[in-house]
């Protein structure tokens, strides 16, 4: 049902421009890449401090007040460059486990930060260390997933 | 013994080419290198708007670094053994490459940055460890740490790709002896 869709994502023209390209692919992806990079900092950052461990001397709701700017940028280029490289290979993405994977939990994972997590870091008495080190990991094991899922699109 | 002679020694032991050609060690390998990027390059990124004053800044330099600093060590230790070991994988063609070459060359001024820092920068810190807008040198730092970083990542991509490979010839010159590529002359 939605491999008609696919096959037309690769008829648009942003997605004939990358393939039509010998550099333009590896350079969206670099900067994938980079996207990827400032994430994983914004992320940790504030994870690392649920988890009990980092910069202890803020609260994590300061931590993530500080962090989400980055976070947010982070996500808007990695969407922005994502988005030409999967227009690329729509098909091939739609016959890939690995994208499927990515694509259910990187809005699972951007949900649960601004949502679950958000919550978490605040300082109400529900927020219990134990329930912030829960949070903590499973936002890492949840990036990860997305991250993992992403590079492993590449090799099958 | 020279240092091409060393990377065809070193990829035809039995590891190498067992890593070359398994079907999950050498994914799991690069996928690894590329998620403890998040770890490693992304709290540098966290360490590097602390000294350029863009975020953080209500705490102090030096308990940014205390704090970030050993997650950081950890993140680059294993960068380092994932990436050593990518490269014993692919001895030969990671030597010949331009982009390898670049990264290398890259990594050495990232680490000329992180000894200027630490000896002839962070020294100082008590004079200015709570404030927002740090002496130009710390910012310097930052700044440069990020760039580098930046760079060590898009060039360290690029290695997959095979535009400037020994095999694809004609090359510009300068690819050829940046490279090292040992071109048969032409007829």
């Given at each position: 049902m939605l491999l008609p869709f696919f096959e037309w994502c690769e008829t648009v023209w942003l997605g004939r421009a990358v393939v039509g390209s010998l550099w333009l692919f590896p350079v969206i992806e670099a900067v994938h890449l980079l996207g990827l990079a400032v994430l994983g900092g914004a992320v940790l950052i504030v994870d690392l401090r649920l988890l009990g461990t980092g910069l202890k001397s803020?609260?994590?709701?300061?931590?993530?007040?500080?962090?989400?700017?980055?976070?947010?940028?982070?996500?808007?280029?990695?969407?922005?460059?994502?988005?030409?490289?999967?227009?690329?290979?729509?098909?091939?993405?739609?016959?890939?486990?690995?994208?499927?994977?990515?694509?259910?939990?990187?809005?699972?994972?951007?949900?649960?930060?601004?949502?679950?997590?958000?919550?978490?870091?605040?300082?109400?008495?529900?927020?219990?260390?134990?329930?912030?080190?829960?949070?903590?990991?499973?936002?890492?094991?949840?990036?990860?997933?997305?991250?993992?899922?992403?590079?492993?699109?590449?090799?099958? | 013994m020279s240092l091409l002679a060393f990377c065809e020694w070193l990829a035809a032991t039995e590891n190498s080419t067992a890593l070359r050609e398994s079907l999950f060690m050498y994914p799991l390998l690069e996928s690894s290198h590329v998620l403890f990027l998040m770890l490693f390059v992304g709290l540098t990124v966290i360490l590097d708007v602390r000294l350029l004053g863009l975020a953080f800044t209500r705490v102090p330099v030096s308990q940014v670094i205390d704090r970030v600093l050993p997650w950081v060590r950890w993140g680059f230790a294993i960068m380092v053994f994932t990436g050593v070991l990518l490269f014993y994988a692919i001895p030969v063609r990671t030597y010949l490459s331009v982009w390898f070459r670049a990264k290398m060359i890259l990594l050495v001024l990232a680490a000329f940055n992180i000894w200027y820092f630490h000896y002839r920068v962070y020294p100082n810190v008590a004079a200015w460890d709570t404030d927002t807008r740090l002496p130009w040198k710390a910012r310097r730092a930052g700044l440069a740490s990020l760039i580098l970083w930046a760079g060590i990542i898009i060039t360290g991509r690029f290695i997959a790709y095979n535009w400037f490979d020994c095999d694809i010839q004609p090359q510009p010159a300068f690819v050829n002896w940046f490279a090292g590529c040992v071109v048969p002359p032409a007829e």
């Open positions: 803020w609260t994590p709701a300061e931590l993530w007040r500080e962090a989400r700017p980055f976070m947010i940028g982070a996500l808007v280029v990695m969407i922005a460059t994502g988005i030409p490289l999967f227009l690329s290979e729509a098909i091939k993405c739609y016959y890939n486990d690995s994208f499927w994977v990515k694509m259910t939990t990187l809005p699972i994972a951007i949900a649960f930060a601004f949502t679950v997590r958000a919550r978490a870091t605040t300082d109400s008495v529900r927020n219990t260390a134990r329930r912030q080190a829960a949070v903590g990991a499973l936002s890492i094991a949840l990036w990860v997933t997305v991250a993992a899922a992403g590079r492993w699109i590449g090799f099958s | -």
